[in-house]
């Protein structure tokens, strides 16, 4: 039996958090264990902590598959509109849903649509066309532990609440046949994206304790030779062995966002609460920057290629390819979010 999600039993600023966030870090494991962390756009259910990612790129979904510890971390308040909100990471079992990319994809329309105002105005005639973007496999997160620091003081000691009992469903079937060939090849040389990566501030960290991704927001990033001397939050240790590093911001209504994610090696720094990263490499990523019509152009870019991908995993799957449909207008409000899938 799945247990309900305990939102009572935390305080109401925690619950805010998971129903306000436009954005949180989820990190999920690769087969060799390495972390992987994306910044994404979390749902709440009534048992399960929710996101997304597209049908035509779904690893996300298929390193939580294969292994479901993962993480979410609750880092970044912009546009919530919650002062002092606090930092919440969440550590839990994963279950994907792909079963039924209908009801996948319908979800994701109706409850995207209504949490962020990316594209207010958009016609719909327009959305419609975007069915490789709508497109979704849902990951439900049951969690098992729940840690925060109050008031987004990463420098105080945080709090912590554990599940008695956790029973994650399991995920629906694995899709059947080989996979299409990445989109793109992954960066040569790391350092131009490091550099990029400074730029948007001081990243999220994701390390590998007992087996699980644990994800932590750095309270001081400095640049080295080889990488970067990171200052972990108070009550994290530093663990030696693989390491992400994601560095991201985006707009108050998720109209546009950038994104740069590092994978490395990390080992204990001088201090205590430091973390001494050396980057191997960047994976490719996903940003919509500059101008309104630089953003479409790099959303719209893709997209002929994404129908061939999407079209291959739905028949992977044995099911058709999902059709954006419009929601009812008592489950919408008239506003729509192109960019708040966070890939």
């Known amino acids: 039996m799945t247990p309900t999600l305990a939102l009572d039993a935390l305080p109401v600023e925690v619950r805010e958090v998971f129903d306000r966030f436009l954005v949180c870090e989820y990190a999920s494991l690769t087969r060799a264990g390495r972390p992987v962390t994306w910044a994404v756009t979390p749902y709440v259910s009534p048992g399960t902590l929710d996101v997304s990612t597209g049908l035509s790129y779904p690893d996300k979904a298929e390193r939580a598959r294969r292994n479901p510890r993962v993480a979410l971390l609750y880092s970044d308040p912009t546009g919530s509109g919650l002062d002092s909100a606090p930092v919440v990471l969440v550590e839990g079992l994963a279950t ?5 990319l209908q009801a996948g994809t319908d979800r994701y329309v109706r409850e995207s649509l209504r949490k962020t105002t990316g594209m207010d105005g958009v016609p719909w005639l327009y959305l419609r066309r975007l069915g490789w973007y709508f497109s979704r496999v849902w990951v439900e997160v049951t969690p098992e532990t729940v840690t925060w620091w109050p008031g987004g003081d990463l420098s105080a000691e945080p709090r912590t609440w554990r599940a008695d009992t956790v029973d994650a469903p ?9 996979r299409a060939p990445s989109r793109t090849a992954a960066p040569v040389d790391w350092r131009p994206y490091a550099d990029r990566g400074v730029a948007l501030g001081a990243p999220v960290a994701t390390m590998v304790r007992d087996g699980r991704p644990v994800t932590v927001r750095t309270r001081a990033a400095e640049r080295t030779d080889d990488g970067f001397t990171l200052t972990l939050p108070a009550g994290v240790a530093a663990v030696a062995g693989p390491v992400c590093l994601t560095f991201h911001r985006f707009g108050p209504g998720l109209e546009w966002q950038e994104n740069v994610v590092l994978l490395g090696t990390a080992a204990p720094g001088a201090h205590d609460d430091e973390l001494d990263v050396t980057v191997e490499r960047a994976l490719c990523d996903w940003s919509l920057a500059g101008s309104k019509r630089q953003r479409a152009r790099a959303l719209l870019g893709p997209g002929k290629e994404l129908r061939k991908r999407v079209r291959a995993e739905a028949a992977r799957r044995g099911q058709a390819v999902p059709v954006v449909h419009r929601p009812a207008a008592s489950s919408s409000a008239p506003s729509s979010s ?6």
């Open 96 to 100: 994907v849903r792909d079963a039924d």
């Open 338 to 343: 192109l960019s708040s899938s966070r890939s």
């Open 170 to 178: 399991p995920s629906d079937p694995a899709p059947r046949g080989p």
